[in-house]
């Protein structure tokens, strides 16, 4: 469920455009990885890509 990540996430970023672009740059990241290594991902590269940034800004 993607609401609790951003309700985390929102807070830790100045505005939400900020927290779009660090979601759509590490799902992309995930995407091309997953390509390459021939990895099948079971969840959307934005779910992994926004609860992978909730757990690093929300545990500092």
């Known amino acids: 469920m ?3 990540a951003i309700g ?3 807070n830790t ?3 939400r455009y900020d927290l779009v ?5 590490r799902a992309r990241q995930i995407s091309n990885r997953a ?3 021939g990895i ?3 969840e959307k590269p934005v ?3 926004l609860n ?3 757990r690093e800004k929300c545990d500092r």
């Not at 672009?21 to 740059?25: E, G, K, P, S, Y």
């Open 2 to 4: 993607l609401n609790p």
């Open 13 to 15: 970023y100045e505005n």
């Open 47 to 49: 779910t992994l890509a």
């Open 40 to 42: 099948i991902l079971t």
């Open 52 to 54: 992978e940034l909730a």
């Open 8 to 10: 985390k996430l929102i």
């Open 21 to 25: 672009i660090d979601v759509a740059r």
């Open 35 to 37: 390509e390459k290594e």
